[in-house]
């Protein structure tokens, strides 16, 4: 009898904390309201979020909001861009002037933890590098001393650098620049010898922006760990449950080989984590307070990972997967099943 209490008990805990976390917060509300994902990107990083020649914003990081909003509204092209530098990201999620921030940002303890973001997932694996003229006649970072150095504000980047350059006993003058294409413009005038943010970033920069790209190489050294991924500010659950899950679903797409050429015909599987996925068996998105065919969309509208991958990184900047590749494939995206 005692047990049959308890486990009556810890049922209704479990209901109790279900109906909670179903219960939209200010955030979700407020997107529902207005209709629209407010994202917070990058003022112009192509393969991650850049406006194309036709005003539109693409990139690897553009795609999370997109699918998103896809999984929200039904339609992913339901989003509004926020361009932001690296000294004004966290402000603007903060504030509520974005509704999420999907910027080639690193997690870490103390923007978790001090800043009050909630991380969703990583959607980049990267390391930082250095980015140097050929002429500079150098083959290694540590060739480096003495080298003056742009560096954005606000960012990892500025203490690891500071931390290498210590660590290797050599010094260095910052160039401390807030705006990319200021920074990157720098650089490239030569008032730095070296330009370093995440070796994704040199790849683009080098790719698109170098009056000629093969003047220009990046060093071998990757001086730290630099997970990339979206946030939102703390206090919204649900909304911080739509976002993980829409970016779990867009790699666990390619973990079964759903693409937006074949979802369709993959409702027809009978591979029961394709059925939860594509919503054919139903109850996920329930949990998430959407309807079932939430995933389905995403994968429609937007692709799974790999495909957004290769259209956006490997397409426009030739970096190949990596670190980035599935764990099957001798990466590090692996992802929460959804279940």
Not at 101 to 115: E, G, P, Y
């Amino acid at each position: 009898m005692k047990i049959k209490t308890i486990l009556a008990a810890g049922a209704m805990s479990v209901a109790a904390i279900a109906a909670n976390n179903a219960h939209a917060g200010a955030v979700l509300d407020g997107i529902k309201a207005k209709g629209f994902v407010q994202c917070g990107v990058n003022t112009g990083l192509p393969g991650f979020s850049a406006a194309n020649a036709e005003g539109k914003w693409e990139g690897i990081d553009v795609d999370v909001c997109r699918g998103i909003a896809a999984a929200l509204l039904g339609d992913a092209n339901k989003v509004q861009y926020t361009p932001l530098t690296a000294a004004q990201r966290f402000t603007a999620l903060q504030s509520g002037e974005i509704d999420i921030l999907s910027r080639n940002t690193t997690a870490t303890l103390t923007r978790d933890v001090k800043l009050g973001l909630t991380f969703l997932g990583i959607n980049y694996y990267d390391g930082q590098g250095f980015l140097i003229p050929k002429a500079l006649g150098v083959s290694s970072a540590t060739e480096l001393d003495g080298a003056t150095v742009c560096v954005e504000p606000g960012t990892t980047t500025e203490l690891n650098l500071a931390d290498y350059f210590r660590a290797k006993g050599m010094s260095f003058e910052p160039v401390v620049i807030e705006n990319i294409n200021e920074a990157t413009a720098a650089f490239f005038s030569g008032r730095c010898d070296v330009y370093t943010t995440d070796a994704s970033g040199l790849a683009s920069i080098r790719t698109t922006m170098a009056p000629n790209p093969d003047d220009y190489m990046i060093l071998p050294e990757i001086i730290s760990k630099e997970p990339l991924g979206p946030a939102v500010a703390q206090g919204d659950e649900q909304w911080a449950d739509i976002g993980r899950w829409a970016l779990a679903a867009m790699i666990e797409a390619e973990e079964y080989g759903v693409t937006m050429a074949n979802v369709d015909e993959m409702k027809s599987s009978t591979n029961p984590g394709i059925q939860r996925l594509l919503g054919v068996s139903p109850g996920m998105g329930e949990a998430l307070g959407l309807d079932e065919e939430w995933a389905y969309r995403i994968i429609k509208q937007v692709g799974n990972y790999g495909e957004s991958y290769e259209k956006n990184v490997t397409a426009k900047l030739g970096v190949e997967r990596g670190l980035n590749a599935l764990w099957t494939d001798g990466g590090l995206q692996y992802a929460w099943p959804v279940r």
